[in-house]
Nanobody
Framework: QVQLVESGGGLVQAGGSLRLSCAASGRTFSTYAMGWFRQAPGKERECVAAINWSGGSTYYADAVKGRFTISRDNAKNTVYVQMNSLKPEDSAIYYC????????????????????WGQGTQVTVSS
């Protein structure tokens, strides 16, 4: 069982930056691929970034490439997403998720590949 707690959301002006953190419980954090997802009102949940167990492989949605950076610190059981050059369309609830243990180079981009989810943190970007 893995419990995930996101933090770092808030209100920011367009062009600004935020760093979201996701703290995970459990001693097996380093075996999980991790992902950041978002869901805006009336829209489907989408994966914005994912990272494999070691941090050596990443995935980014086209909409955030070059602006978002996912990273992880396995010693701290934490995954991050640095979000720069934020746009109003980035406004959403952001969730972190853990994929079932998979020590591979694969960074899962699909929600169905994830077994554990956090409660989410709101990000609002004003224009």
């Amino acid at each position: 069982q893995v419990q995930l707690v996101e933090s770092g959301g808030g209100l920011v002006q367009a062009g600004g930056s935020l760093r979201l953190s996701c703290a995970a419980s459990g001693r097996t954090f380093s075996t999980y691929a991790m992902g950041w997802f978002r869901q805006a009102p009336g829209k489907e949940r989408e994966c914005v970034a994912a990272i494999n167990w070691s941090g050596g492989s990443t995935y980014y949605a086209d909409a955030v490439k070059g602006r978002f950076t996912i990273s992880r610190d396995n010693a701290k059981n934490t995954v991050y997403v640095q979000m720069n050059s934020l746009k109003p369309e980035d406004s959403a609830i952001y969730y972190c998720a853990a994929a079932t243990p998979l020590r591979s180079a694969y960074a899962p981009p699909h929600g169905y590949e994830y077994a554990y989810w956090g409660q989410g943190t709101q990000v609002t970007v004003s224009s």
